[in-house]
């Protein structure tokens, strides 16, 4: 049932409207801000605000309003991070100019003309939706899952498990693992998932499993990277990001792998 509303016409231009209001209202305002008066933005903790506020508003009905130039305290913003993991790009500016390409080439908008793109638009940015996906590759949301067996079984390596054993699954593991991915599993690379004629490339959810897989996968996969393709290609296009030098990005010991020490940045506006 959950599954069939979130395919509904309906929900998708809920999700379009939530996204297209918090971006108009909140999130260019603040890198506006930032960007013109040379401070220095957390961008991991920005993220997490568009994320809480988008949630609240479209399951609660209320906008907490937390992503603001004043950066309120708001209790539990900490618990959505899925967004940040789009920002890897931040250390790669050469695929942030192949999205700016790729937003160019499919949708040519002038400067000072430029609108948040529409849930069908940005399913014609096959690249940038490439660069997330090899971004949930390198960092997973959630580092390991697990499952328990009914009954005794064979691994395909070999292994015998005996009933009621709990086997881990480490995704972080299997993103940076060459046997899986090639020699190149440690280099970020957004082509992996795009095919010769230009499309997406079908891998099994056995291979990238960070949304889980079967009947236990993530419900809202296709919702969350319609927005997190909403929102960065609004960043992309509008502000060139530098990590700030110096500053050391590392994962967070948890369950949910977070920056440790969030993304600090500096923000400037582009001439296209």
């Not at 690379?189 to 993530?218: L, M, V």
């Not at 990277?225 to 990001?241: C, D, E, L, Q």
Request: charged content about 25%; aromatic content about 10%; proline content about 5%.
């Amino acid at each position: 049932m959950v599954h069939s509303l979130f395919r509904q016409r309906k929900f998708e231009l809920l999700v379009e409207e939530t996204i297209h209001n918090k971006v108009d209202s909140c999130l260019i305002p603040v890198l506006n801000f930032a960007s013109e008066q040379a401070r220095e933005l957390d961008l991991k903790d920005v993220m997490e605000r568009v994320t809480f506020d988008n949630i609240c508003s479209m399951v609660l009905g209320f906008d907490p309003k937390c992503l603001s130039t004043e950066f309120p305290k708001v209790a539990y913003e900490k618990a959505f991070n899925e967004l940040e993991k789009t920002l890897h790009i931040a250390t790669h500016p050469s695929v942030a100019t192949k999205i700016l390409e790729e937003i160019k080439c499919k949708f040519a908008p002038k400067e000072g003309e430029w609108r948040v793109l529409s849930t069908r638009d940005v399913g014609k940015l096959v690249y940038l939706h490439a660069a997330i996906f090899e971004s949930f590759r390198l960092f997973p949301p959630v580092r390991y899952l697990h499952v328990c067996t009914i009954n005794s079984d064979i691994l395909p390596s070999g292994y015998r498990i005996n009933p009621k054993t709990k086997v881990f699954h480490s995704l972080y593991a299997m993103g940076r693992t060459q046997e899986i991915w090639g020699e190149d599993y440690l280099e970020f690379k957004p082509e992996r998932w795009i095919s010769e004629n230009g499309g997406i490339i079908h891998i099994p959810s056995y291979k990238f499993i960070a949304f889980g897989a079967g009947p236990r996968s993530c419900l809202g996969m296709d919702m969350s990277i319609t927005a997190m393709k909403m929102v960065a290609s609004a960043i992309i296009w509008n502000y060139h990001i530098q990590m700030v030098e110096g500053h050391h990005v590392s994962p967070s010991s948890s369950v949910i792998l977070h920056m440790k020490h969030g993304l600090k940045v500096k923000i400037t506006k582009r001439c296209i």
